[in-house]
């Protein structure tokens, strides 16, 4: 089996991207652009392959189409570009909202009171293989290269951490002294952000990104692909565990920016 799936990704990688797959990443992917040519060739397969694994469900009364599931799909490949891994093997579906949505969730008080309450929300990774994404939002997150603020990112990193088992903030690495690093590192600055939010001291992180160490992550990769330079002049040895574990230096990028 093993054989046969390289074969195919061998020859998904190969094979030629439509004009208007190609029109689609120039309007709705402006980091495509910043890519150098040798990367574009390289993303244009990996979307190929995320497209024959991965299976796409519109609800809410969205119609999926080619423009909706190759803007997702870019953008999901994009944190893939340079990892050897296969691309998100525990994610089967992808399922798209119009505009953001409802969930009910239940919040336990300390007192043991339980609550439900609808909160509104722009994207979901779930555990079980599924990413929810509000189409407004993806397009919003992708127009904005800058903002650090992009939903596909998010999610999709957080789909990476779920990879070992827990949404923790620690996904799969290589070795056990990358695992110390990473620890050590993450676990400083998560703490050094906290204490920052406590004291409103300014940070390139939004405040969402203290709600856990797995928040933390998803937003830290954000920041990593859209505000590199700021990243890595506020957080150098973040942004250095973040460059080893994508192979990627998106502050080379700059210029594009």
């Given at each position: 089996?093993?054989?046969?799936?390289?074969?195919?990704?061998?020859?998904?990688?190969?094979?030629?991207?439509?004009?208007?797959?190609?029109?689609?990443?120039?309007?709705?992917?402006?980091?495509?652009?910043?890519?150098?040519?040798?990367?574009?060739?390289?993303?244009?397969?990996?979307?190929?392959?995320?497209?024959?694994?991965?299976?796409?469900?519109?609800?809410?009364?969205?119609?999926?189409?080619?423009?909706?599931?190759?803007?997702?799909?870019?953008?999901?490949?994009?944190?893939?570009?340079?990892?050897?891994?296969?691309?998100?093997?525990?994610?089967?579906?992808?399922?798209?909202?119009?505009?953001?949505?409802?969930?009910?969730?239940?919040?336990?008080?300390?007192?043991?009171?339980?609550?439900?309450?609808?909160?509104?929300?722009?994207?979901?990774?779930?555990?079980?293989?599924?990413?929810?994404?509000?189409?407004?939002?993806?397009?919003?997150?992708?127009?904005?290269?800058?903002?650090?603020?992009?939903?596909?990112?998010?999610?999709?990193?957080?789909?990476?951490?779920?990879?070992?088992?827990?949404?923790?903030?620690?996904?799969?690495?290589s070795t056990r002294s990358q695992y110390?690093?990473?620890?050590?590192?993450?676990?400083?600055?998560?703490?050094?952000?906290?204490?920052?939010?406590?004291h409103h001291r300014p940070d390139v992180?939004?405040?969402?990104?203290?709600?856990?160490?797995?928040?933390?992550?998803?937003?830290?990769?954000?920041?990593?692909?859209?505000?590199?330079?700021?990243?890595?002049?506020?957080?150098?040895?973040?942004?250095?565990?973040?460059?080893?574990?994508?192979?990627?230096?998106?502050?080379?990028?700059?210029?594009?920016?």
């Amino acid at each position: 089996m093993a054989f046969f799936k390289k074969r195919r990704h061998d020859r998904l990688m190969q094979k030629p991207m439509s004009e208007e797959w190609i029109a689609i990443l120039g309007q709705n992917v402006p980091y495509y652009h910043c890519l150098p040519p040798q990367d574009q060739r390289k993303l244009q397969g990996l979307i190929h392959i995320f497209l024959d694994e991965k299976w796409f469900e519109g609800v809410g009364g969205l119609e999926l189409t080619d423009e909706i599931r190759v803007t997702i799909a870019a953008q999901a490949c994009i944190l893939m570009l340079h990892r050897q891994e296969e691309l998100y093997l525990g994610l089967r579906t992808v399922i798209v909202y119009p505009h953001t949505y409802h969930v009910q969730e239940t919040i336990r008080r300390p007192e043991g009171i339980e609550i439900e309450r609808s909160q509104v929300r722009s994207g979901e990774s779930w555990s079980f293989g599924t990413i929810v994404l509000s189409w407004d939002n993806v397009l919003h997150g992708a127009s904005d290269i800058h903002d650090g603020e992009n939903v596909v990112f998010h999610e999709f990193a957080h789909q990476l951490d779920h990879e070992t088992g827990a949404a923790n903030g620690a996904p799969g690495l290589s070795t056990r002294s990358q695992y110390l690093a990473w620890a050590r590192i993450l676990s400083q600055e998560y703490e050094s952000l906290v204490d920052h939010l406590r004291h409103h001291r300014p940070d390139v992180f939004r405040p969402y990104s203290a709600e856990s160490p797995a928040e933390f992550f998803a937003v830290a990769t954000e920041l990593f692909f859209e505000k590199p330079i700021q990243l890595r002049s506020r957080h150098p040895d973040l942004y250095q565990q973040l460059q080893l574990f994508y192979q990627q230096d998106p502050a080379k990028l700059a210029e594009c920016r």
